[in-house]
């Protein structure tokens, strides 16, 4: 059974059965280690790419696009809490024909889409409720695109237009957004999605859209202006983002001078967000131009002082040059309408202007022993705007700071940055080791073939030994087969050499089956002959 097998095959059997007891073992577990990374190996590079099949479903669609693609045996994966299906890249857009001709995902019907199911029957009332539906569902599905929504809800309410009516209502929009919970939605975000519903929709204000989230709390509610999250004003939030950035300024400067860790900044600011508008009117005329109207009015008396009645007016008046003399009297009115220029001037201040501002420095006293505070608070001073007149304020002491908390924290990031290492380390060293060891299995392997190769080799002398042995042993076998058969009996000569092929033959096996042994016989009886 063994000699129908291929020689290489062969080969290795008997390389394998020369093998030692402890070489056999190690040969064994050198396959099985090799074997086993193998098949890992294989496994990891036949594992397909994923793509994403479709995002942001809902639970009904992803459940049925799941029991569709389980029906088909396709592979797949989820993500994002299971509103992402991933499939094999390659399969990506055979899969999207094939589940859009099942109809999934259900819900992409709630757009535009549903303007294709209306009949010449459909009266003004249907086609104006399929229009704000189908608007709502591609102003819903255009949200849940922004990064950070999962979800999204759309509500209009657009009034019919009336002709004889003179005072239309609003159209109004209210948004329902659900957010991740890791990923709260931005001031900026929410904003993005008030003016895009705004610009969506004809007629429609920013004013008029309300943002809340799926938690009942209010995003937007009008104006396009965020409001502010965590249960803060706009104001408060406004102050403290103002704050934190004058900190950091200014711990950035301090820590140039003392170093970092040994000062503490902080300031305390008072921002007016108070709205105020101011409208100035100004008149202001120009000289050289001519006036658009002039009006001259004069008058004047002259008499001969004969008059015999008395004189109007008051009795104190005294009449010039005495009763009989000769009275003048002149006057002139000039009105005169100039060009003017009149200027209107509106003003409104922006909110957030600074009020007041306090700021507190606290050094380290043991590394700023040699600074001087009065230059630490001119430089505070400057740097943060400070207005004495505004009633601004700035301390700065020096005092030795509590450094146990810190070393503590060094000494802990050393550590874990010393067990890291040496994690690393340890891997490496695991994976030489498992180097090592496949490398010294496969040496011992190479070493006990070349051995057994030796030992089946005979030497020279060995196989000259053994061929005149060989003869000898067939010159014997002849002079005795002479000897009993008498010499007309030619027909032994067939038998003769039938014998002498057994034989050699059986010498050839020998050797073969048994090479130590005979290598061993064949040095006896060199020796003995020497």
């Given at each position: 059974m063994t000699d129908r097998l291929p020689a290489p095959v062969r080969k290795v059997g008997d390389t394998f059965k020369s093998f030692t007891p402890g070489q056999k073992a190690v040969t064994i577990v050198a396959v099985l280690a090799l074997a086993i990374g193998g098949y890992f190996f294989a496994t990891w590079a036949a594992k397909p790419s994923y793509a994403p099949l479709f995002s942001n479903l809902s639970s009904k669609d992803a459940s049925a696009i799941v029991e569709s693609l389980q029906g088909a045996g396709t592979p797949y994966e989820l993500s994002n809490g299971g509103q992402t299906i991933l499939v094999p890249q390659d399969q990506v857009y055979d899969l999207r024909l094939q589940l859009s001709g099942e109809g999934l995902p259900g819900e992409s019907d709630t757009g535009y889409a549903l303007l294709d199911q209306q009949g010449i029957?459909?009266?003004?009332?249907?086609?104006?409720?399929?229009?704000?539906?189908?608007?709502?569902?591609?102003?819903?599905?255009?949200?849940?695109?922004?990064?950070?929504?999962?979800?999204?809800t759309v509500h209009l309410v657009i009034p019919q237009k009336d002709v004889f009516a003179d005072d239309q209502n609003k159209t109004t929009a209210s948004v329902l957004v659900q957010s991740k919970s890791s990923q709260p939605l931005a001031g900026e975000q929410v904003q993005a999605i008030v003016h895009l519903v705004a610009s969506s929709v004809e007629g429609l204000d920013p004013t008029q859209v309300t943002v809340a989230g799926a938690d009942g709390r209010i995003l937007s509610s009008g104006g396009g202006a965020p409001v502010a999250t965590g249960g803060n004003s706009g104001g408060e939030s406004e102050t403290v983002a103002f704050q934190n950035r004058l900190n950091a300024s200014l711990q950035n400067m301090l820590d140039s001078v003392v170093g970092p860790g040994n000062s503490v900044v902080t300031t305390t600011a008072e921002l007016d967000f108070d709205q105020t508008e101011t409208t100035t009117k100004t008149y202001t005329a120009d000289p050289s131009l001519p006036a658009l109207s002039e009006k001259i009015r004069r008058e004047a008396y002259n008499g001969n002082g004969n008059g015999q009645g008395g004189v109007l007016g008051p009795d104190n008046v005294q009449v010039p040059n005495g009763a009989n003399?000769?009275?003048?009297?002149?006057?002139?009115?000039?009105?005169?309408?100039?060009?003017?220029?009149?200027?209107?001037?509106?003003?409104?201040?922006?909110?957030?202007?600074?009020?007041?501002?306090?700021?507190?420095v606290m050094l380290n006293s043991t590394v700023a022993g040699t600074i001087d505070p009065a230059q630490i608070q001119q430089l505070i001073s400057v740097a943060a705007g400070i207005d004495p007149a505004r009633g601004d304020a700035v301390a700065v002491a020096a005092m030795p700071f509590d450094t146990s908390a810190a070393t503590a924290a060094q000494a802990a990031l050393a550590q874990s940055a010393a067990a890291e290492v040496a994690a690393k380390q340890e891997s490496l060293i695991k994976t030489a080791g498992m180097v090592l060891v496949v490398l010294i299995l496969i040496f011992l392997a190479w070493r006990a073939s070349r051995r057994a190769k030796?030992?089946?080799?005979?030497?020279?002398?060995e196989l000259a030994h053994l061929e005149r042995m060989q003869a000898a042993l067939e010159q014997q076998r002849l002079a005795e087969l002479n000897a009993m058969i008498p010499s007309p009996a030619i027909e032994a000569a067939p038998q003769y050499d039938a014998a002498r092929d057994e034989?050699?033959?059986?010498?050839?096996?020998?050797?073969?089956?048994?090479?130590?042994?005979?290598?061993?016989l064949l040095r006896g009886w060199l020796a003995a002959g020497r």
């Open positions: 029957t459909t009266s003004d009332f249907m086609q104006h409720t399929n229009y704000q539906r189908a608007l709502e569902g591609e102003l819903a599905s255009t949200i849940k695109s922004i990064d950070g929504v999962e979800a999204a003399g000769t009275g003048q009297y002149e006057q002139t009115d000039t009105t005169r309408n100039n060009a003017i220029n009149e200027t209107l001037e509106a003003r409104r201040s922006a909110p957030g202007s600074v009020k007041r501002l306090n700021a507190a030796k030992r089946k080799a005979l030497t020279p002398a034989r050699q033959r059986e010498i050839e096996q020998m050797v073969e089956d048994q090479p130590e042994e005979m290598a061993s």
